[in-house]
C-alpha cells in the first residue's frame, strides 16, 4: 500500500474519531444530528469507525479492532454516567455501537477467510 495512502487512512480515522468523541460528550441540545434516533447515530458512528480501523491498521487483527472500539463504545458510555458530563448513560447505545463493528468486519472477516481458505481459524 502506497504510504502516503496508508498515513492518509490513518488520519482519516484519527479525525473521525475526534469528531466521535466530541459528539459523545457535547450536550445533545448543542449538536447537530444527522438521524433522530440515536441508537442510528451510534450505529453509523461505530460503522464508519471500524472500516476506517480496518483499511488503517491493516496489520491489526480484525478482532482486536473489534474488542478496543467496542470497549471505546463502553468507555463513553460510563464517562456518559459521570455527573460532570451532563449526558445520559445507555447500554443499547454500546450495543448499537458493538452491532455495527460486527455488521463492519463480518464481510471482511469473510473476504479474508475466502481469499486465504488454508490459514486455520
Given at each position: 500500500m502506497n504510504r502516503r495512502y496508508h498515513h492518509g487512512l490513518q488520519a482519516l480515522f484519527?479525525?473521525?474519531?475526534?469528531?466521535?468523541l466530541t459528539?459523545?460528550?457535547v450536550l445533545p441540545r448543542k449538536m447537530f444530528r444527522i438521524f433522530h434516533w440515536d441508537k442510528a447515530e451510534h450505529f453509523l458512528a461505530f460503522y464508519i469507525l471500524t472500516l476506517l480501523a480496518a483499511a488503517a491498521f491493516p496489520r491489526r487483527p480484525l478482532l482486536s479492532i473489534a474488542v478496543?472500539?467496542?470497549l471505546l463504545g463502553a468507555g463513553i458510555e460510563v464517562v456518559q454516567a459521570l455527573?460532570?458530563?451532563s449526558r445520559d448513560s445507555?447500554?443499547?447505545d454500546w450495543f448499537?455501537?458493538?452491532l455495527a463493528i460486527a455488521a463492519?468486519?463480518?464481510p471482511l472477516a469473510v473476504l479474508s477467510w475466502r481469499a486465504n481458505p488454508n490459514r486455520a481459524a
Open positions: 484519527w479525525i473521525a474519531l475526534a469528531f466521535s459528539k459523545a460528550f478496543a472500539l467496542s455527573p460532570i458530563i445507555d447500554f443499547w448499537a455501537d458493538t463492519a468486519l463480518l
